[in-house]
Structures are given as structure tokens and as C-alpha cells.
């Protein structure tokens, strides 16, 4: 096995410089567990607090999730493309259509590629349905949104780093501050066809709206006839504590993406609507080789029904309201703000503290990992399987982190 110095030199030689990662490399994991080490010594075992982005809110190596990928794997068939039918691909559309109280899923590979997709969905819908002048098409976005990395969403994005260098990026955008409802209501126009919103922001570092500004924008929305696009790509699946963040307001949009968790640890993401809204696409509209493959798509079935068979969402629920009470206790100098929703929290630190980097490496030392967001922010989501002992374990360490000097 490679040791950590050479994986990061050949990191350092081939691969594109796009990320900073801690120095750890991952070679074995278990539920909540990760290892450095194929020997799997305690000397080098880490509590995952980031889960991949709550890719994997599963946990690692889950027994049920295992045994799907190796009964698809033996079958020979991963990948047909779109040009055949595949009974995973159909039996997932109407699992996740189930899951929506949905007519129709459209199943993609990435969360940026379902958020394109949908906001290809929103502009054919518009045009096709509301009756918008030819290419003048606007979606609302918010202010610190995230919703991904191409170029139109860059496009949108309020982050400068987001943006420089990678322009000239497609119109039709127009930017709100995340929980006015009065900035949407004015913004929307004849030709506003949706409004694309995270119920809870996470790139933006774990950002909670007001109450009832999800409730009170679908609302607006529906009387303006304009879609409801709700991001649920990484508040979705059980990680807020509920199915999906905006169940927290009852609020079910016209439109969900979904991704990350979807897939069970591996690249699954889907846009699902109505059939009124979906059926504006027709054949050679839109695709996707990898969309909806085999593979994937039988992974991706038993991630749902594991999510709702264990009651994940209960279980966010129950340990992250423990997790985050506990944290709330420890008094530091460092912390401006302790707040989150199910297992999904953000420890968000004073700028006299010297950014969040280096308290997460220094959690890492204690055997934790978690991952900076927007400088100042350490972000706190565990695989959803994570065990009340497990947190017991973990909390004396970030004590000693957060009231180190």
C-alpha cells in the first residue's frame, strides 16, 4: 500500500489542483469508520464527520447496499445506455416518483447535472406551458446559493471565486437574498419561469432560513405560476432530520432534485415533477449515457428503501439534536454561532479565530475528520448511521479542539 507521502506526491504531479484535501487517504471503511491502514488498527481509524457531502448518509460498506451492487455486478450488465430498457432504471423511477408523490422522475448522474436538467425542465415548461416570450426565460436564485459547478450555475453563483476566470456565462438569472420573501414577490416578472432554492443552505455553511420563508415562497410562487425548484441534494434523503428539508415547512415544491445520498455512494441524481411539467420533454430533448444505468439504479433502489426501512431520517432527527445540544455546552472563545438541523451542523467560528482550516486539522489529529466551509465554518455531518456512542466518543475531543488556543 502506498503510504500518505507518496499518494500526495503523486497528487501533487498528475491531478489538477482544484481541491485542498486534509492528508488522509482512505482506504477502508464501516459504517461511520474510515481507515488509513488495510490493517484497520485503531491507531489509524477516524469518525467520518463529513460523509462525502452526505453522499453517504448510508454510512460505508452498508451489508444491504453491498449485496445489491454485487447482485447487478453479476449480472454483466452495469451500463445499456438510454438507446435499451433496463428494469433497475424503470423500477427506480417509480420508487423515487413514490417517494415524491411525483408522476415522473428523470434520472441523471450528478447533482449539477440534474440541477441543469432542471433548469432546462423550467425554461421548456415555461415556453411551452406559460406562454414566455422566446429566450427570456428567468429563474430566481439565491444569494450564497450552491448548487453546483458547470458553467451556467457558476454563472449564478454570488461567490467570486465561483466565477473568475470562467466567463461569459448564460443570462437569465436573477439573485435574491436568501429569505426575502419581499425581494422574490418583486422579482418575479411575466416571464419568471421558477425559483431554484436550497431549503437549508449548505455550501454557504449550514444556513437555516426564517420560518415560514419556504412556506411563504411556494406560496408566492404558485400564485405567480412559477415553479418551485427545491435543491435537495444534500439537505435531502434524511440529513435534516426529516425526508426533505422543506418537509420542515410542509412545503412540497414543483420540483425536486435530488443526488448525493440517492445513490448510496455511487453517482446517481434525479429531477422529479409532475407530469404536466416533465412531459415538455420529448425524445432527443435531453440524455444521459450513464443516467439511470443498471449499476447505479439497482444501488440507488435499496439506498431508498434503507433510508425509509431504518427510519434514517428519525435517527438525524434524535442524535443530531443530541450532537448539537452537547456541542452547544462547549464554551469557547473561538465560537461565534453552534446551529444545524438533524445531523447536518455548522460550528461557525469568530474571525479572530483563524479560519476554520486549522481546527479541522487539528481534529483530524484527534482522529475526526470534518471539512472548512466559507472560511469560517466547520461543517458536521456524519453518515446517518452514526451511533449515539460514537458522538459520546467524539465530543470531548472537539471540546479540547474548539478550547484550544
Not at 108 to 120: D, L, P, Q
Amino acid at each position: 500500500m502506498k503510504s500518505i507521502h507518496e499518494v500526495e506526491a503523486l497528487m501533487d504531479k498528475y491531478a489538477a489542483r482544484n481541491y485542498h484535501p486534509l492528508a488522509i487517504n482512505i482506504v477502508a471503511g464501516q459504517g461511520a469508520w474510515i481507515w488509513t491502514d488495510e490493517s484497520r488498527s485503531n491507531e489509524n481509524k477516524y469518525l467520518d464527520c463529513l460523509a462525502a457531502y452526505s453522499a453517504l448518509n448510508h454510512g460505508y460498506n452498508h451489508p444491504r447496499l453491498l449485496a445489491a451492487a454485487l447482485m447487478q455486478l453479476s449480472t454483466g450488465v452495469t451500463v445499456t445506455s438510454r438507446a435499451f430498457l433496463s428494469a433497475p432504471m424503470a423500477e427506480l423511477c417509480k420508487l423515487i416518483s413514490e417517494l415524491c408523490a411525483k408522476e415522473k422522475t428523470l434520472l441523471m448522474n450528478t447533482g449539477a447535472e440534474a440541477v441543469e436538467s432542471a433548469i432546462k425542465l423550467a425554461r421548456k415548461w415555461g415556453y411551452k406551458k406559460k406562454n414566455v416570450e422566446a429566450d427570456k426565460a428567468k429563474i430566481i436564485v439565491c444569494h450564497n446559493n450552491f448548487h453546483g459547478r458547470t458553467i451556467a450555475v457558476v454563472g449564478f453563483s454570488s461567490e467570486s471565486q465561483y466565477r473568475d476566470g470562467f466567463g461569459p456565462f448564460p443570462p437569465g438569472f436573477r439573485i435574491i437574498n436568501y429569505g426575502s420573501l419581499d425581494e422574490l414577490e418583486a422579482m418575479i416578472d411575466s416571464n419568471t419561469v421558477g425559483f431554484l432554492v436550497e431549503p437549508i443552505q449548505g455550501e454557504a455553511g449550514i444556513i437555516i432560513p426564517p420560518d415560514g420563508f419556504l412556506a411563504g415562497a411556494r406560496q408566492i410562487c404558485k400564485q405567480n405560476n412559477v415553479l418551485f425548484i427545491a435543491d435537495c441534494i444534500q439537505s435531502g434523503l434524511g440529513r435534516t432530520g426529516k425526508l426533505f428539508a422543506c418537509d420542515w415547512e410542509q412545503v412540497v415544491p414543483d420540483i425536486y432534485i435530488l443526488g448525493k445520498a440517492l445513490g448510496g455512494g455511487f453517482p446517481a441524481s434525479a429531477v422529479v415533477a409532475n407530469g404536466d411539467i416533465m412531459d415538455v420533454l420529448t425524445p432527443g430533448d435531453h440524455g444521459s449515457t450513464f443516467g439511470g444505468n443498471p449499476f447505479c439504479a439497482a444501488v440507488a433502489i435499496e439506498a431508498i428503501k434503507v433510508i425509509v426501512d431504518e427510519d434514517l431520517p428519525g435517527r438525524s432527527l434524535e442524535l443530531g439534536t443530541y450532537f448539537l445540544n452537547k456541542l452547544k455546552k462547549i464554551k469557547s472563545k473561538h465560537v461565534r454561532e453552534y446551529r444545524g438541523r438533524g445531523l447536518w451542523i455548522a460550528i461557525e467560528l469568530h474571525d479572530s479565530a483563524g479560519g476554520a482550516r486549522r481546527f479541522c486539522e487539528a481534529l483530524a489529529d484527534e482522529y475526526i475528520l470534518c471539512k472548512e466551509t466559507h472560511k469560517n465554518v466547520i461543517r458536521i455531518a456524519p453518515p446517518l448511521v452514526i451511533s449515539k456512542s460514537d458522538i459520546d466518543w467524539a465530543l470531548p475531543k472537539f471540546e479540547k479542539v474548539l478550547l484550544s488556543d
